[in-house]
């Protein structure tokens, strides 16, 4: 029996992870798998010994306020190394952590599967000479990494951007706003804080700032909070006490609150590239500590944070990173709500990307290749 580890670290690495090992189990119903992960890849029968939530956290800063924890978890996961020897170490994206570990697996000669690469074409392209020495067979989402990988003297393979497969709405809009209760003809905007606690704590209160001034100034718009699977209700409903507006919080239901609003505010990060797909025009924003902020634009070597911006290659949709006061980013909202023009250009810009991503089934042909590599 073939053993598999995996090591997924945030949401959005369960997302795609996860979807890759349900259709490698179809191929490999034998395959033993085991690691981290969050529902969805625990959906595949793999042990999971941490997850998702246990691991996700932004920030240089917040990162080394917890640096013993996250280095016991990593130490645990290098021992399960030896214990269980793996015939492959699957790596979805988690760069700052999963770099490491494929280091770890390389040395004890276990091959190493890289998923959703380190986006060294922003930041830290010194690591490409680490992804060299350990890792074997690095695959990627975005056609314009493979020739990035290329130049840089590495080999990387794209098999089309999975999201284009599952970011999909189910309802329209008449069925969304008779299954939420909405009126149908309302302008309706959606807020994405995150799927971070971190991201939440954050975002959220600034979020519902701007939902207060939007309430105020105009009357028939419609505010609702599709959450990320890695946040409950419970955990948000604290913070909607006392708000001067009404809103609707949203849980499992994402892709059709996006793609049934008329507009969204995204917190920088796969829900931007989501939203893109949905065909939904947004407003991206971020927030981390002033101390990584300052970090980050030391280091960072790109105009945009936005992923929809960064593979368009010019600024599609607006961003407001770190200094979005509530004020700026209703201004921002109403400029493209109630500017027709301004609004449409928006939509073909993404409706350009979304085919610019390529095909759709990815998952299944990431797992074809992966299954390759097996024994």
């Known amino acids: 029996m073939n053993k598999l580890m995996v090591i997924a670290g945030e949401a959005s690495g369960d997302l795609h992870g996860g979807h890759v090992l349900l259709e490698l189990k179809k191929l490999r119903p034998d395959l033993e798998i085991f690691g981290t992960g969050g529902q969805l890849i625990e959906s595949t029968g793999a042990h999971l010994y941490y997850r998702v939530e246990d691991l996700a956290v932004i920030g240089f800063i917040e990162v080394m306020k917890r640096y013993k924890y996250y280095k016991g978890i990593f130490d645990e996961m290098v021992s399960k190394l030896d214990e269980e020897r793996p015939d492959a170490v699957f790596l979805v994206d988690y760069a700052g952590f999963n770099l490491r570990f494929a ?76 299954k939420w209760g909405l ?9 994405l804080p995150g799927s971070r606690k971190n991201e939440i704590l954050k975002h959220l209160p600034l979020l519902i700032q701007v939902v207060e001034n939007l309430a105020i100034q105009r009357a028939n718009l419609q505010f609702i909070f599709p959450l990320a699977p890695t946040v409950t209700r419970e955990e948000v409903l604290p913070y909607f006490e006392g708000v001067k507006a009404e809103v609707q919080i949203v849980e499992q239901d994402t892709y059709n609150a996006v793609a049934n609003s008329d507009f969204a505010v995204v917190a920088s990060g796969t829900a931007t590239l989501e939203t893109a797909i949905l065909q939904t025009p947004m407003l991206i924003f971020y927030k981390v500590s002033p101390l990584t902020y300052l ?41 493209y709500l109630e500017d027709r023009p301004k609004y449409q250009e928006v939509r073909d810009n993404l409706a350009q990307l979304k085919h610019d991503l390529g095909e759709e089934h990815a998952y299944a042909n990431t797992a074809k290749f992966v299954a390759s590599l097996l024994k």
């Not at 009126?183 to 807020?191: D, P, V």
């Not at 960072?300 to 979005?324: T, Y």
């Open 103 to 178: 280091a770890e697996a390389k040395k004890r000669g276990i091959k190493v599967i890289f998923y959703i690469a380190p986006q060294v074409w922003a930041w830290k392209k010194n690591r490409i000479h680490k992804m060299k020495a350990f890792i074997d067979e690095l695959i990627v989402l975005f056609p314009f990494e493979v020739d990035f990988f290329k130049e840089n003297g590495m080999v990387a393979h794209c098999f089309g951007h999975p999201l284009l497969d599952i970011a999909k709405p189910s309802l329209d809009r008449k069925e969304f706003s008779q």
């Open 295 to 335: 970090i980050a634009k030391f280091i960072l070597r790109i105009g945009d944070i936005g992923l929809p911006n960064i593979v368009a290659r010019k600024k599609i949709v607006p961003e407001l990173v770190q200094h979005s006061s509530p004020e700026t980013m209703v201004k921002m909202i109403l400029s």
């Open 183 to 191: 009126e149908n003809q309302n302008k309706r905007i959606s807020f």
